[in-house]
């Protein structure tokens, strides 16, 4: 890459090999992410997307489906079907909004929070995986979600 005054400025040999694509490399390191929890993820009878909603559901208490859909990048239209899934498995609960009836408002069950209490094997699996430090892995992740906002032109770590 050759150096100019300004990044945006700055010059990109066309076209850069795979290995030198920064996209290449953080869809890489997601499927490695996401290999590494599958087992782990299957004992628990959840997906990853699903791990993802409980993870949300679990920090807050309840959201509304555009809420997830506003935390998790995604939208409603792809949160309602697991949310739904994850209904059915007896892992979290919808009603109605008593204010506006359109809204959804979903809960985890207890069941759900105790999926939830099983979870911290897979930070413990990234660790000792990646032979990263915690604090090393919190430097990382924020770097990535600085770096994700910038990108996404909102300037803040999402």
């Not at 997906?47 to 998790?72: C, D, K, M, W």
């Amino acid at each position: 890459m050759t150096q100019s005054s300004s990044p945006a400025s700055s010059t990109i040999p066309a076209p850069l090999k795979l290995d030198d694509q920064l996209c290449f490399a953080l869809y890489s390191a997601s499927m490695s992410v996401g290999r590494l929890y599958k087992p782990l993820l299957d004992e628990m009878g959840i997906t990853y997307p699903q791990f993802l909603v409980l993870s949300a559901l679990n920090e807050v208490g309840t959201l509304t489906v555009g809420g997830l859909a506003g935390r998790l990048s995604l939208e409603p239209s792809t949160i309602t079907p697991l949310v739904k899934r994850l209904e059915v498995a007896g892992l979290v609960t919808r009603k109605r909004g008593q204010a506006d009836e359109r809204q959804v408002q979903v809960a985890l069950t207890g069941e759900g929070q105790g999926v939830m209490a099983k979870t911290p094997c897979l930070a413990q699996a990234m660790l000792a995986r990646s032979g990263m430090s915690i604090d090393e892995v919190k430097a990382f992740n924020a770097s990535v979600k600085a770096f994700g906002a910038r990108i996404a032109g909102t300037g803040e770590a999402a």
